[in-house]
């Protein structure tokens, strides 16, 4: 384990779980428990538990479970020991040197952000300076004041090869911590070089305040690439980041507007729509989605009209909705983005635009009846077809026939018609599921797909009865050292509960609380299934001693019968006819002691 017991113990100590989770989600008393809607996945009513007893978190819907570390893992994207490290801050307690844990070469997160923020100062130090003169000509052309500039830490990355890697070498970052952070390389020369030159630098700033990368725009229109972002480094995702989040998470709006780059959402910003924030790259990633599920109900996408544009409005429609965050679409008719409509129309303007949005249900009716000619008859009728298959996987009666009516107008077929046509695809879509469900649940049944515990198709019985012994361990440690003698990493049948059983031993010898996230040692899914036993005990009143016992006497029963079971594939037919035959002479001996 990479980090000492006691510095563990501390940070668990001083980062309360239920006050931990309660920043991210609405908690309220259940029982000695609280529950509240799952961040890891979309719900209406809350399935999401926290167990302060044991001080670890179980969904009961979609199963994810952990521990205070595991949760920072989830939520903030970080590895095991960046998020030990988040926790350790959060509450001020110094970091452990964890030794041999971390390879020597491996640049620390902490360290790259402290450099990309010393990057960000040098820049904002450049943009009011007299060489940042054509940048800031540049900045008022596009309407942004110095409050704005401020605002967002917006910056000007010198026309120089490399002003700034002389800058944060004397301010004593190294170059592999300067290569590691993005923000230089290694020349053929062997000398370090800027990546960002003579550009508008936008700091990506994370909705802590963390300074992470940069979104540099060129000032000069002849450079090849409009754009340089920071791509993936120990500190930033590219996936799991939006732009403006850090500011936009404080507007009352409850909405977001999605718009395609930094520069959109500043101006944005700038013309009084605090809750403008952008995706570097064009379309929304799952991760995305969840963050922004965090901060908002409904999203405003503005995306460019072309083909990119539309196939990104889409899959945000999808992803958005599979978080349960309403889209609602832009239509800037021939303005290629928000910031000219604003120059050209103001932002009362476009604040109608906002009010005029069209919903999902529309965008898409509208998408699908723009790819055929509705004055052909035969077209007409496959635009219709698709349409109702749309309209028909739509949850919801009131919303299928709010659908109707718009194919209605759309095709010209009469409302009943169209309504007709939806329900007979509402049905067909459902039988279709209602088969699909059958079908996993036998298989669930089963053990089919049960990736972590691998030997459960095998093993039922087995792995439900060591799923109680360890959650009645994982609740009360205290208890292992009355059966102490009885169980042993013998006693288990699958691998995977062996493996647990062999990780928490060392707790339960002490019968001391048990740390889930223990070392980094289980992947995500496997901590949440052992986070789940530990639920499934919680949830139950009976964790004594003498029902402990019972199972451990119930797996010796499963134990023995598997062995046997082994026993006989292994010596096949013969040892089954020896077997009979045994049988039979033990029938004799018995009754001639009777006779
Ligand atoms: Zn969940």
Redesign the pocket.
């Known amino acids: 384990m990479a980090f000492s017991q006691r510095f563990i113990e501390e940070i668990k100590d001083r980062n309360d779980i239920v006050e931990l989770i309660s920043k991210y989600v609405a908690l309220k008393r259940a029982g000695s428990n609280m529950s509240g809607l799952?961040p890891?996945?979309n719900?209406k009513t809350p399935?999401?538990t926290v167990f302060p007893k044991t001080r670890s978190y179980y969904?009961f819907?979609?199963?994810?479970g952990g521990d205070a570390v595991s949760f920072v893992m989830g939520l903030e994207g970080l590895g095991y020991r960046d998020a030990v490290e988040y926790l350790a801050n959060r509450a001020g307690i110094p970091m452990e040197d964890e030794g041999e844990a971390r390879p020597r070469d491996e640049v620390r997160r902490d360290r790259v952000i402290a450099a990309t923020t010393e990057a960000a100062r040098f820049f904002y130090t450049a943009l009011v300076s007299p060489q940042g003169a054509s940048a800031r000509e540049y900045l008022e052309k596009r309407g942004l004041d110095s409050l704005t500039v401020r605002r967002f830490g917006i910056g000007y990355a010198p026309d120089s090869w490399d002003s700034l890697a002389r800058h944060l070498t004397s301010k004593g970052f190294t170059p592999k911590e300067l290569e590691a952070a993005f923000l230089c390389r290694t020349g053929k020369n062997g000398k370090l070089y800027d990546i960002f030159r003579n550009r508008i630098a936008f700091p990506l700033i994370d909705p802590s305040g963390a300074v992470l990368g940069f979104s540099a725009r060129r000032l000069n229109e002849a450079d090849e690439r409009k754009y340089v972002n920071t791509s993936d480094t120990p500190a930033f995702k590219k996936s799991k980041f939006v732009f403006g989040l850090n500011i936009a998470k404080n507007s009352q709006e409850g909405s977001l507007i999605m718009c395609e780059g930094c520069m959109d959402a500043v101006a944005l910003h700038q013309a009084g729509f605090s809750n403008a924030v952008a995706t570097l790259g064009t379309a929304i990633t799952s991760e995305q989605a969840r963050l922004i599920a965090r901060s908002a109900s409904t999203v405003y996408l503005c995306y460019d009209s072309d083909n990119a544009g539309k196939s990104a409005t889409l899959k945000g429609i999808r992803l958005l909705g599979e978080v349960g965050v309403n889209s609602r679409i832009l239509n800037l008719g021939e303005v290629k983005d928000p910031d000219e409509y604003i120059k050209k129309y103001g932002a009362s303007a476009f604040k109608r635009v906002l009010a005029d949005s069209s919903g999902q249900i529309d965008y898409r009716l509208k998408e699908i009846a723009a790819n055929f000619n509705l004055s052909i008859p035969e077209e007409k009728l496959r635009a219709f077809d698709r349409m109702c298959e749309y309209a028909g996987s739509r949850q919801g009666r009131a919303e299928r026939e709010i659908c109707a009516a718009r194919i209605s107008e759309l095709t010209g077929v009469s409302f009943t018609a169209a309504a007709e046509g939806v329900e007979r695809k509402a049905h067909l879509a459902s039988r279709k599921t209602v088969k699909e469900q059958e079908t996993k649940g036998i298989q669930e049944a089963l053990g089919f797909g049960d990736k972590v515990n691998r030997d459960r198709v095998r093993l039922p019985a087995a792995t439900m009865i060591e799923e109680r012994v360890l959650g009645i361990l994982l609740v009360r440690p205290e208890l292992y050292s009355t059966v102490s003698a009885t169980l042993t990493e013998d006693s288990f049948l699958t691998d995977f509960n062996r493996k647990v059983f062999a990780l928490f031993r060392e707790d339960l010898e002490a019968g001391r609380e048990i740390t889930l996230s223990k070392g980094g040692a289980l992947t995500p899914e496997e901590l949440s299934r052992v986070a789940g036993m530990q639920a499934a005990r919680l949830s139950v009143q009976d964790n004594s001693a003498d029902s402990l016992a019972a199972y451990i006497k119930s797996l010796e029963r499963e134990k023995m019968k598997a062995d046997y079971d082994a026993d006989i594939s292994a010596r096949g037919v013969a040892a089954l006819e020896e077997y009979i035959a045994k049988l039979k002479k033990d029938k004799k001996s018995e009754d001639g002691n009777n006779g």
Do not use: K, R, T
């Not at 819907?61 to 994810?64: H, I, K, N, V």
């Open positions: 799952c890891f996945h719900e399935s999401f969904c819907g979609c199963g994810a």
